[in-house]
């Protein structure tokens, strides 16, 4: 019996240790890493997406968001990216926040979506002449920091109403009436879940620092490192419906080209003039154009979708920096590419809709 066990281990010792190898093979390869993996994403066009109740859906070109591909990269991954000259590897803490996790991040780029569609449905009537109501209801919680206070109490979507006896009814007013405290001082928080009001006394604490910063801030920890804290939650009225179909895509850069297509069919001709237009960058209400991440990955993307014309956000950047602005970057990835696509810059809403309205026909028809 001892004998049998021993020819049956020889002889498939090799084979056992192959599968062992292959398996650990397998594990490195398959290892997550601190990097995510940035490819060129779609053009998508926006008017099946995008329906203005009693607007105009005959457009002779078309109205493009453009997306890029993200994933997190393991070790193969990483890899193969290195190889991959479409593809970029940035690091985990240039896309969210160590502080937050996969899950709160794509809560909050879901929220930004929606925050984008509203300002693009604001700047689009507010352009076209159409009186516009908004009705602020207080700040709206997108983002948790780690070890601060209010991770205890909030939740991602919960809207803060009163601080004290302070009534809330936006962001800056949340800011404002936060800003100075100290830490170890308490404020009772009232704020909406699922409908409902609740109450949480909050013990206010520091910050952690960020680079360069010399004094402590103190706050209940929903708007560190985003420089603009909270979003405001808002209810619009508008004279005309607007559905927006946009499914699972998240994030505001796509604010402008929404908002080009929701003017388009609120008023009288087609801007588009028969051209295939693309485009990104966010929007403010008052019809401000704003950068946005992975520019020349959407040139490209844009390219491949046989683009006309692509809108990019003329972003001011610093006198004396290397930074470039994201037109910079899509007019050199262009070139690169060496295609007859128009990079056009933008700081306005204003500026995309002159543009295009300067256009004539295209094949001048």
């Known amino acids: 019996m001892i004998g049998r066990r021993r020819f049956l281990g020889g002889r498939f010792a090799p084979f056992i240790a192959a599968v062992l190898a292959a398996v650990v093979i397998l594990a490195v390869v398959l290892y997550p890493t601190d990097y995510y993996i940035i490819r060129p994403g779609s053009a998508i066009e926006l008017q099946p997406m995008v329906t203005v109740e009693g ?8 109205l493009m968001l453009t997306t890029v591909r993200m994933s997190k990269a393991n070790v193969l991954g990483y ?11 940035v690091k985990e803490t240039t896309v969210h926040s160590p502080h937050e996790t996969d899950e709160q991040y794509n809560l909050r780029e879901l929220q930004e979506m929606k925050n984008s569609q509203q300002n693009a449905m604001i700047a689009a009537f507010r352009k076209a002449g159409l009186p516009v109501k908004v009705n602020e209801q207080g700040a709206l919680v997108v983002f948790l920091v780690s070890d601060m206070p209010a991770k205890q109490y909030l939740k991602i979507g919960d809207v803060i109403t009163k601080v004290d006896d302070r009534e809330i009814k936006n962001a800056a007013q949340l800011l404002a ?3 100075g405290r100290k830490a170890g001082e308490t404020v009772k928080l009232t704020f909406i879940r699922d409908g409902q009001a609740k109450t949480a006394d909050i013990r206010l604490k520091a910050f952690p620092k960020t680079p360069g910063q010399k004094e402590t801030r103190a706050g209940i920890g929903i ?3 985003n420089p603009d804290g909270p979003t405001t939650k808002r209810d619009i009225e508008l004279p005309k419906k607007v559905t927006i179909q946009s499914e699972n895509i998240g994030g505001p850069s796509a604010g402008m080209m929404f908002t080009l297509e929701i003017f388009n069919q609120l008023t009288p001709g087609d801007l588009t003039k028969g051209y295939r237009i693309a485009g990104t960058g966010t929007i403010n209400a008052d019809g401000r154009v704003g950068p946005i991440g992975g520019v020349k990955h959407k040139v490209r993307a844009s390219d491949k979708m046989e683009a006309d014309i692509f809108f990019a956000p003329d972003n001011p950047t610093p006198a004396g920096s290397k930074q470039r602005s994201n037109y910079a970057d899509a007019k050199a990835e262009a070139e690169k590419l060496g295609t007859k696509m128009k990079i056009v810059p933008v700081r306005t809403l204003d500026d995309a809709i002159k543009y295009l309205e300067s256009l004539p026909p295209k094949g001048g028809k």
């Open 79 to 89: 890899l193969y990216a290195k190889t991959d000259p479409y593809a970029d590897l």
């Open 55 to 62: 607007g105009q859906k005959d457009e002779k070109g078309m």
């Open 177 to 179: 009436v936060l800003k």
């Open 223 to 225: 708007a560190y490192p």
